[in-house]
């Protein structure tokens, strides 16, 4: 499994920043992608997962109605657009392919891309 984590960064609490994880078909076929965030001094938590193949969505409580997960076929990548940035969203994010959006199963993680959100 291999999968290419982008688009971290320093924004501003308000801000918006778009993550990319990019993988290969044959990671994305059939699996689940999802993202995974672990702050300093905290435990990984899931933050958003889709369907490859269906485009179902699950989001953690925490981000609902801020931050967009989507997929795109053609470029084999999955977005994660965060919006309405708070301080708190501040950490790395993994992106992992999984059975389900559950992850029940995780087969491979990304190499973590640092968000930072702070004035």
């Known amino acids: 499994v291999q999968l290419q984590a982008s688009g971290g960064g320093l924004v501003q609490p308000g801000g918006s920043l778009r993550l990319s994880c990019a993988a290969s078909?044959?990671?994305?076929?059939?699996?689940?992608v999802g993202w995974y965030r672990q702050a300093p001094s905290k435990e990984r938590e899931f933050v958003a997962a889709i369907t490859w193949r269906s485009g179902s969505t699950r989001y953690a409580d925490s981000v609902k109605g801020r931050f967009t997960i989507s997929r795109d076929s053609a470029q084999k990548k999955v977005y994660l657009q965060m919006n309405s940035l708070k301080a708190e969203d501040t950490a790395v994010y993994y992106c992992?392919?999984?059975?389900?959006?559950?992850?029940?199963?995780?087969?491979?993680w990304g190499q973590g891309t640092l968000v930072t959100v702070s004035s």
């Open positions: 992992a392919v999984g059975d389900n959006y559950y992850f029940t199963r995780i087969y491979g």
């Open positions: 078909a044959r990671t994305l076929n059939g699996n689940t």
